[in-house]
């Protein structure tokens, strides 16, 4: 099979070039392609016909697509199952990969459809007063950068470290182009040819790059984004590209790097928290044979609990079987390449020589399967460091199924140990004692991008340390690259502009999609709650009839709720109070200020179901008079959801309410969500 590439809109390569083999028994799974690829072309497709396409679409819209893709994908999962087990990979690895993969899609649309709205303007708020009456005001909006993102990956997840980068920069309107490492490349391109088939990608929106950059660097501009995994080595090269530097172009990266697992002094070999901690190092070893960039490279331990560790690792160590993924009963497959093969037994060469060497080859290592002898099959191998603080796995990696215990005297120790990485991915912190998880925070996060506390309630449900997920930040400072991968939509806002933006309440409101208190407003001649979802236009507004507040009311309101807090009924403890005088509860206040608003009979308004950023402003005594204004904040679409093709057609609309009293007074100010019907269905 010759890879090709994908470019502008066709597919580049008939040529065979260099030879990828089967990590489990060395024969050619693939070639690349000997042909060069015009970047000029692919950058020039990228932004004259990809991002001019992509900006035709809202955020939801391509969360939609994400969707759709996402499904796609599963549809066609075993497809990249049998390709992938070429890596080395046992299913189980593969499992990461792919359908790990293909979940972080459906997390982002997820993300897409809750918290982005139906435009290509996020606004970042709230808005801040910069006048004292309120004329002038200003925020934050994040647009699409209009450039293009370059993804490089590396070879340990071809499809789940495309996807991860794809999903987000698409999900912000950034067309991309995909390098994978070339070792593994062959995964990422048959998923790009199950993307491209889909249709359901706009063109050019998603290119691959099979082979080297060439020239591509020196063709970024301003606008672009680069995303890096990869070496910290490489990263460093990379990053210092004079074309990046000159133009200020971002550089994202997540490096391998010397992640730890501690051990916390408060766990004795008979608690569930040693058993969990055994099984977290081990398991980290094995999966993908070591090779993630997340993987336990420096296990610390208490110094008098170093053998029973050690004895313990070494023997959950022998009972995982590694060889052929296809046999029966096989743990753990092969490094990805011969390449990696060498250079991680250089690298545990060089270890050892400060190291004592308890578990490796030697020890009876025998993968299983046929031709197995020409994979790149490496032995679960386990260190011991003569001196923690002098050791050189605090700066040397052996990308493999291979861990140095760390021996250190009191936990300050430990926490000290851990820094020595100088910036890692993540790090776990075993303990049963909460004060002593309180205490790593301070030193350990400064660190590390990610930690994981982990305990026998937290087991119930434990991801992993290895599993970076993508609602949470993947990256870390220092050696670990300085980025942030995932997180959310804090990765979608890698791919977008800020923009501080200022102007009266009625300009900013026009501009974020988003009602602005002091904005101008269109008082409706039907009650908003009467409107479908199409009908409703933001800015629209009711103001309400008033309601007096009676001595009658606080009585009967705190007689329902049980609350008979002295500011609402103890009249001499009032008078003593900062207000001075008994108020309403702020509950009721809220209350009266629905029954103000709201219209009661049946109509487009499904259900209120939430309110946000509620804040009481001025009492309300007895005797004052209250009035509510509820105005159209903003709008969310919600598309038909395929699995309950029943349900009614809807969107979910903001609402703000303002409830002042007689003297014009701000009382109460949140924001009410409700979910409306849609006139027609879509």
Not at 250 to 266: M, T
């Amino acid at each position: 099979m010759i890879l090709q590439s994908y470019i502008a809109g066709r597919w580049v390569g008939a040529t065979a070039a260099k030879p990828l083999a089967s990590a489990i028994n060395g024969r050619v799974v693939a070639h690349t392609h000997e042909e060069a690829l015009d970047f000029a072309e692919a950058m020039s497709f990228a932004r004259g016909t990809a991002l001019p396409g992509l900006l035709r679409t809202h955020f939801q819209d391509r969360a939609r697509v994400l969707k759709a893709l996402a499904a796609y994908l599963l549809e066609r999962k075993e497809q990249l199952y049998a390709i992938s087990a070429h890596t080395g990979a046992t299913r189980a690895d593969s499992w990461i990969d792919i359908e790990g993969g293909i979940g972080t899609l459906f997390a982002y649309a997820s993300i897409g459809g809750k918290d982005l709205p139906s435009s290509n303007v996020l606004h970042e708020g709230p808005a801040m007063r910069l006048g004292a009456n309120n004329h002038f005001i200003g925020s934050h909006v994040l647009v699409p950068k209009r450039g293009v993102a370059l993804h490089i990956n590396a070879f340990n997840f071809p499809m789940w470290g495309m996807l991860e980068k794809f999903a987000p920069s698409f999900l912000a309107g950034m067309p991309c182009l995909v390098k994978p490492a070339t070792a593994t490349s062959y995964v990422a391109e048959a998923c790009v040819r199950l993307i491209v088939e889909s249709g359901l990608v706009p063109a050019g929106a998603l290119q691959l790059i099979i082979g080297g950059t060439g020239d591509l660097f020196e063709r970024l501009d301003e606008a672009d984004v680069v995303t890096f995994t990869g070496s910290a080595d490489t990263a460093l090269q990379l990053k210092a590209h004079p074309n990046l530097l000159r133009k200020s172009i971002p550089f994202n990266a997540e490096a391998d790097s010397l992640n730890c697992a501690i051990l916390a002094p408060d766990v004795t070999p008979a608690d569930p928290e040693f058993d969990l901690f055994i099984k977290e190092v081990a398991r980290e070893m094995t999966a993908k044979a070591g090779q993630k960039c997340t993987a336990i490279r420096r296990t610390l331990v208490p110094r008098h609990l170093v053998d029973p560790v050690a004895a313990a690792l070494k023997a959950r160590l022998a009972k995982t079987v590694v060889g052929d993924p296809a046999v029966e009963g096989v743990r753990m497959g092969a490094l990805a390449s011969k390449a990696q093969q060498a250079d991680v037994a250089e690298r545990v060469a060089q270890l050892a020589v400060q190291c004592e060497v308890l578990l490796s080859a030697k020890d009876g290592f025998a993968p299983k399967g046929e031709g197995v002898g020409d994979g790149a099959f490496f032995a679960p191998t386990l260190l011991l460091a003569r001196d923690s603080a002098a050791s050189d796995a605090h700066h040397l990696e052996a990308f493999g199924p291979v861990t140095t215990l760390l021996p250190y005297g009191d936990f300050d120790e430990a926490l000290h140990l851990a820094t020595l990485g100088r910036g890692s991915l993540v790090g776990t912190v075993c303990t049963k004692t909460p004060a002593l998880a309180a205490q790593a925070v301070p030193t350990f996060a400064a660190w590390h991008g990610r930690m994981l506390v982990l305990d026998r309630e937290a087991a119930l449900e434990n991801t992993g340390h290895g599993s970076p997920l993508p609602k949470l930040k993947h990256g870390g400072p220092g050696r670990a690259g300085g980025g942030e991968e995932l997180g959310g939509l804090r990765a979608v806002k890698h791919y977008l502009q800020r923009c501080a933006v200022q102007g009266s309440p009625t300009m900013i409101s026009a501009i974020t999609g988003e009602y602005q208190r002091g904005g101008a407003v269109t008082e409706s001649e039907v009650h908003p709650f009467r409107r479908y979802f199409e009908d409703v236009e933001v800015g629209m507004s009711l103001l309400t009839h008033r309601r007096t507040v009676g001595e009658a009311d606080i009585v009967a309101f705190g007689g329902l709720s049980g609350d008979y807090f002295y500011m609402h009924f103890d009249e001499v403890a009032a008078k003593e109070s900062p207000f001075g005088r008994r108020i309403a509860h702020g509950y009721f206040v809220l209350s009266a200020a629905a029954g103000l608003f709201v219209s009661p009979a049946p109509g487009p308004v499904l259900a209120n179901y939430g309110l946000e950023n509620l804040r009481f402003v001025t009492p309300v005594a007895i005797g004052d008079t209250i009035q509510a204004r509820l105005t159209a904040k903003r709008k969310i679409d919600r598309p038909p959801r395929s699995d309950q093709p029943e349900e009614v057609p809807q969107g979910v609309i903001g609402w703000d309410v303002a409830v002042t009293n007689q003297r014009g007074e701000l009382c109460a100010s949140y924001e009410i969500l409700t979910l409306v019907a849609k006139r027609v269905a879509g």
